[in-house]
């Protein structure tokens, strides 16, 4: 069989979002999203938040998640430092499963970046709006 793992990058700021590497921390330990978030003392609704990059916990929950997932805060936060070792997929078996995990990632990233933009875009707006009206 026919193994590889993913480039080192894989949980990278670039590559990976903080929700994508708390998925993937939790998932390494063999923890369910309703385990975790009893174990942190959170809602399962808030930490599905998390993974799906709606929101960020604070620091306190951070540093909790730190722990319980056995990864450095660094880490959980850019991708850099001690965390969880990359998957590994088998190609025999998946053959386009590295393609389609990094196109969905790349996209994930664009909205990211758009995300961004249109918040830049809304405050500026919102200063016009302002100075107009007074």
């Known amino acids: 069989m026919d ?3 993913q480039d080192e990058n894989w949980f990278s700021e670039e590559a990976a979002t903080f929700g994508d590497r708390l ?14 978030a009893r174990r942190i ?3 399962l609704k808030t930490l599905r938040g998390w993974e799906d990059d709606l929101n960020e916990p604070r620091a306190n929950k951070l540093q909790m998640l730190s722990g319980l997932l056995n990864v450095s805060l660094r880490w959980l936060l850019t991708g ?5 070792a990359e998957p590994v997929v088998s190609l025999d078996d998946l053959p386009e ?3 389609l995990l ?3 990632r790349d996209i994930k990233s664009q909205m990211a970046r758009s995300a961004d933009q249109l ?16």
């Open 3 to 5: 193994d590889i793992a």
């Open 23 to 36: 998925a993937g921390a939790r998932e390494a330990v063999g923890l369910s999203q309703d385990d975790l």
């Open 41 to 43: 003392g959170v809602k």
């Open 80 to 84: 850099e430092g001690e965390g969880v």
């Open 97 to 99: 499963v590295r393609d």
């Open 102 to 104: 990094l196109e969905i």
């Open 119 to 134: 918040g830049r875009l809304e405050k500026r707006m919102r200063k016009r709006l302002e100075g107009a009206a007074v």
